[in-house]
């Protein structure tokens, strides 16, 4: 594996999210004295570095985006909650005798949990555990992540003075990798074959969400009003998700007036919400910034590329390095190459930008290279192009991959313009974090798309698989009808996603 070449580097990304002191113009980003001040009182969580926490205002640009008053009251809230109902607690214990006897004890306690289960790649991760912590919020639970190995290292603990990890020791544990949709005691399948209803008197202690891209329309029921208030019954939901479902809880009228007053700015859910669950570990963190210092922060403007490629039948290399070139050329991103002259040696002029292309594959940062290397631009400016890494296949279930993926999305997170794939979790993380609505490159079908990119509407992620019924008439809709800032998605047409209204 190559580590932090012009060509190559060991990579990893985590955002910087903290919770809120102050006054309602201070961004989330920004606040780290009040964690600081609370963890030497922790009782759960071991005594940890967190770099990241304070350093990252140094590299990150400061948000012009600012929560809302009434979201920084829940955030506060809820840490009091996960501090109460938190691993280890009496409460947490409490429950626990109440999940494993199978049955609701209405004197064991009033926590509530929910329980995430990982599915798929490091951005479906990052995006399904941002939507599951806002159902907590919504709902009154904890949110806790059942960790497995791929994932070890990778954030600080979020909250002050409690962590989000599930124990080892919890029942079945070792059992909630093989959850699937096959699952008996999954919410889907007891009403498929109606073991319970509305109207069932006795209700488990725990059950199984499957909300991942393939589930059924059963599953999605998760998603209506009535169905919600039998789960609020349920004190401990295990929910398995690679996808960003957060949109759909826009639908729902038992949250609408809630998730008005917490996200006035529909546009900052994930900006928020990301950047103050994720912070890079100690060991990621030194990774970003040596990187960033190496080749990133002598340049006066950074360009990042996000290049995903989905199948190489239908994505050719040469059209969709096409395709870069003439988003580039369109957009004035980058300065044309006087290809009738060369470039006899280096330049030890300052670097005007610099492009930061992430991919599985290394062509694309050949070819940039290769046009930028080679000859002077037009205009006179210096452009150096860096590539961290290049392995060719996801290998989402590899901790070190999952380094690289975190290192990445948070380098490209700090660029000045941004340039992401349709489709891709990694671009929609990477331009949440930002804070930016980023060019798309539209997905390539039989030719090279005209335009060839265009600017997001919205910077938030797009939800891919969303229900497609109406949970009173049952029918089939559009959801987008429902509420004016759930519109599709830019990049694909049957997904949702949250849009201002003015946009």
């Not at 490209?412 to 891709?424: G, H, M, N, P, Q």
Request: glycine share 4%; hydrophobic share 35%.
């Amino acid at each position: 594996m190559k580590t932090f070449s012009k060509a190559g580097a060991y990579c990893l990304i985590v955002f910087s999210v903290v919770v809120i002191f102050n006054c309602q113009d201070t961004t989330l980003d920004l606040i780290t004295a009040r964690f600081a001040a609370t963890k030497s009182s922790a009782i759960d969580i071991e005594e940890e570095s967190c770099l990241s926490r304070n350093q990252s205002v140094l590299y990150r640009k400061s948000s012009p985006h600012k929560p809302s008053s009434y979201l920084v009251s829940k955030l506060r809230s809820y840490e009091e909650l996960h501090k109460r109902c938190g691993p280890r607690t009496n409460s947490y214990k409490r429950s626990l005798k109440q999940l494993k006897s199978g049955q609701i004890d209405h004197d064991s306690g009033d926590c509530k949990y929910v329980v995430w289960v990982a599915d798929c790649g490091l951005g479906n991760r990052i995006l399904s555990i941002t939507s599951a912590f806002l159902y907590a919020l919504l709902t009154d639970r904890v949110l806790l992540i059942n960790q497995e190995q791929e994932m070890v290292d990778l954030f600080c603990e979020p909250f002050p003075t409690s962590s989000w990890i599930l124990p080892q020791d919890f029942p079945f544990k070792n059992k909630m990798s093989g959850f699937n949709q096959k699952v008996g005691h999954s919410y889907g399948n007891l009403l498929k074959s109606n073991t319970i209803n509305y109207s069932t008197p006795m209700l488990p202690s725990y059950l199984y969400l499957y909300l991942s891209h393939d589930c059924d329309h059963d599953d999605q029921l998760f998603f209506c009003d009535q169905d919600q208030a039998l789960l609020s019954k349920v004190p401990w939901l295990i929910m398995r998700s690679n996808v960003y479902f957060l949109p759909s809880m826009f639908l729902m009228s038992s949250f609408d007036q809630e998730l008005d007053k917490l996200f006035p700015d529909k546009e900052t859910v994930f900006h928020h919400l990301g950047r103050y669950l994720f912070h890079p570990s100690d060991r990621v963190w030194g990774l970003i910034t040596k990187y960033y210092q190496d080749y990133l922060a002598k340049a006066e403007k950074r360009i990042g590329i996000q290049i995903r490629i989905f199948s190489a039948k239908t994505s050719p290399f040469g059209s969709v390095m096409d395709q870069i070139l003439s988003c580039i050329q369109k957009e004035k991103l980058l300065p044309e190459v006087d290809t009738e002259k060369s470039i006899a040696s280096p330049s030890k002029n300052q670097t005007s930008k610099v492009v930061l292309v992430t991919s599985l594959f290394q062509g694309y940062f050949e070819k940039l290279n290769k046009m930028y290397g080679e000859h002077p631009t037009k205009t006179g400016e210096v452009v150096a192009v860096y590539q961290p890494s290049h392995e060719r296949k996801q290998q989402s279930w590899e901790n070190s991959h999952n380094v690289q993926a975190w290192v990445e999305i948070y380098l490209l997170s700090l660029s000045d313009e941004l340039v992401t794939s349709a489709w891709s979790t990694f671009g929609y993380v990477a331009q949440g974090l930002r804070g930016m609505r980023p060019l798309i490159l539209y997905k390539i079908g039989r030719a090279i798309p005209d335009p060839p990119c265009g600017r997001g509407v919205s910077m938030e992620p797009c939800y891919h698989a969303p229900p497609i019924f109406d949970c009173k008439t049952k029918k089939t809709v559009d959801t987008t009808t429902f509420v004016p800032h759930v519109k599709h998605c830019e990049d694909i047409r049957w997904g949702i996603k949250l849009f201002n209204t003015s946009s």
